[in-house]
């Protein structure tokens, strides 16, 4: 008897096939870049150098926001659509209130003297604080920051802060620099 032989697939070209495949896949997919939050570090201090650096209490003011998710600016509680009026108030400071921020007349390359405010905005959050919140508070704080740039910028040079060439975005961010201090999260259940 004459045994039956089942034909078989030519599979030498399979491995070529993959590797095609592969190359276009690697090609063709886009990767997400996970963009972070923009902040300027302060310079490493040196070996010999003192890092405490002494705030006048009235150039701080306090954002905080508890395990419970509230916000609190200063002593008020504040809900977060509040934060912003409540910071460019603090830093604008026009009439000198003695409870806001001091200003320092501050000679900037490019522009001349301008009285630059020593605000600073310190955030402080929970361990138990909500991701989402810490976020939203964030950009409400940089909101303001980005409020006073463009009212300034406007009044100077007749354009927003984003429409301005490098030169005048440093001359302005010189004029109101972006100080926030962030606390490490702290374990403070109880405490408003």
């Known amino acids: 008897m004459a045994s039956k032989r089942t034909p078989e697939i030519n599979a030498s070209s399979q491995a070529d096939i993959a590797f ?3 190359v276009f896949f690697l090609v063709t997919t886009t990767m997400d870049i996970d963009k972070g939050i923009h902040r300027r570090l302060p310079p490493m201090p040196e070996e010999n150098q003192k890092t405490e650096i002494k705030i006048n209490r009235r150039n701080t003011i306090i954002v905080r926001i508890n395990s419970s998710n509230k916000i609190f600016v200063g002593t008020e509680q504040v809900d977060v659509s509040q934060i912003k009026d409540k910071i460019v108030d603090f830093l604008d400071n026009p009439n000198d209130d003695p409870n806001k921020p001091e200003k320092e007349v501050k000679n900037i390359e490019g522009f001349r003297p301008y009285p630059v405010s ?6 402080q959050n929970d361990k138990g604080t909500l991701y989402a919140t810490y976020i939203e508070v964030q950009n409400e704080i940089v909101r303001a920051v980005n ?5 300034f910028a406007l009044q100077n040079f007749g354009r927003k802060f984003t429409q301005l060439d ?3 975005q440093k001359i302005v961010k010189d004029a109101v620099p972006q100080n926030i201090s962030e606390a490490e999260p702290k374990d403070v259940k109880g405490k408003k």
């Open 166 to 168: 490098d030169v005048k």
């Open 20 to 22: 095609l495949l592969l």
């Open 118 to 123: 020593k605000g600073v905005v310190s955030l």
């Open 147 to 151: 409020e006073l740039r463009d009212r």
